[in-house]
């Protein structure tokens, strides 16, 4: 059947369909180990779904606006007024469902064909192929494990033509977990104002932080760049609330306002009793958020500390998200064969670094409890010891 060319060029999402056939292979009785999608394994907290409960009870369960419930538009504005220091007001503010979807509708309101979006790799998977749904052309910069997997000034300056449109800044990152000090953040945000192109910053992980990294919003630097900047988030990683499926965009009120339009004609509002959920995230306690980033600081250290005495494995400390990508490039494999081998013979599941344009590295989420971090990398540590 003849498909329109759009999607013909599209490759489908390795992480969900990884973790998909983990979460299968689980229910038909395997014994898996499963380090595939960054997914936190906690219970969305209890308050928050109370809160959601109770707005299905008071009947919310209607259409909405597209923008997003009028309240939660404008929690969020406050959050990022109070928090990231970035001055949006509701109207600079859309509800989307979840992080993914926020970044694909900058993507269609922004990009036009002929259009270059600067992505440093590795990068999470669907960025490149959100370019190219929307018409444009990825241009995709690599960074190296010795420079922390950053994309540097001079990088980022070299890499601008005059299609450039937008620079996609993800930090903390998926995948690598690095995350950009304030200086470099400073130095990324002079190089937008001075080839006066826009920025998109995939915040997600802001607040899964360790060892003291601290987070900047680079809309926050100055007045110039906040002009130039959209920020992206969602609260899927830090209240785990993967499957409720709600994100935001904020920015200038042009790209809101084309963003509710683009939704007002594709998705309508998010579910309107889970706004309510996401709401009572951002206003009730946040003791949640600290306590799930204490257990992902112990997980990481864990898995951390065990992968590098993998002899073959060698991965860097990351500062953030609750990701590892280690190299495997000792053992001789590429990504995907070493991962399709592992799955097979080990039933451990983990995300082939040629997903996220690094051949050499695989992915893993310690988004996961403890007892599947030691069982996995003691069957990970057999299967590398295997091909030595
Ligand atoms: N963003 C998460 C990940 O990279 C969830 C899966 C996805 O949406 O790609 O694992």
Redesign the pocket.
């Known amino acids: 059947m003849k498909l329109a060319a759009r999607v013909g060029q599209v490759t489908p999402?390795l992480?969900?369909a990884i973790?998909s056939k983990a979460k299968a292979m689980k229910a038909e009785g395997v014994d898996m180990c499963s380090f595939?999608?960054?997914?936190p394994d906690f219970p969305t907290p209890a308050h928050i779904r109370a809160a959601a409960e109770q707005a299905l009870e008071q009947g919310k369960t209607r259409y909405g606006p597209a923008a997003g419930e009028p309240k939660l538009r404008e929690a969020i504005a406050q959050k990022l007024q109070k928090e990231n220091l970035l001055c949006y007001g509701a109207e600079n503010v859309v509800v989307t469902n979840g992080?993914?979807h926020s970044l694909f509708n900058l993507m269609m309101v922004m990009i036009e064909p002929g259009d270059e979006v600067i992505i440093p790799s590795p990068y999470?998977?669907?960025y490149p192929e959100m370019v190219k749904l929307a018409g444009g052309t990825p241009v995709i910069v690599p960074t190296a494990a010795d420079s922390g997997y950053k994309i540097t000034p001079d990088q980022l300056r070299q890499a601008i033509t005059p299609q450039t449109r937008l620079f996609v800044f993800n930090s903390p990152s998926?995948?690598t977990g690095m995350v950009y000090t304030p200086a470099e953040v400073r130095a990324i945000a002079d190089v937008i104002v001075e080839n006066d192109i826009f920025v998109v910053a995939d915040e997600?992980y802001e607040k899964l932080l360790y060892d003291g990294a601290e987070h900047v919003s680079i809309g926050a630097v100055g007045p110039e760049i906040f002009d130039r900047t959209i920020t992206s988030s969602g609260f899927?990683k830090a209240y785990s609330m993967?499957g409720w499926r709600i994100g935001f965009l904020a920015g200038p009120v042009e790209v809101i306002r084309a963003t509710i339009a683009l939704q007002g004609h594709s998705t309508s509002n998010v579910c309107t009793f889970a706004q309510y959920g996401a709401l009572a995230a951002l206003e009730g306690p946040q003791d949640c958020v600290g306590e799930m980033l204490q257990a992902f600081a112990q997980r990481r250290q864990v898995m951390l500390d065990a992968i590098n005495s993998i002899p073959g494995l060698s991965c860097p400390k990351p500062d953030g998200a609750f990701?590892l990508f280690p190299s495997i490039e000792k053992t001789g494999l590429n990504s995907l064969d070493f991962s399709n081998a592992l799955l097979e013979e080990q039933q451990v599941a983990v995300?082939p670094g040629v997903a996220f344009g690094a051949d050499t590295c695989i992915?893993l989420?310690y988004a996961t409890d403890m007892d599947t971090i030691n069982k996995g990398i003691e069957r990970l540590e057999k299967f590398v010891r295997s091909r030595a």
């Open positions: 999402s992480t969900l973790d595939s999608a960054g997914e992080g993914k999470w998977l669907s998926n995948p997600i899927a993967t990701y995300i992915r989420s």
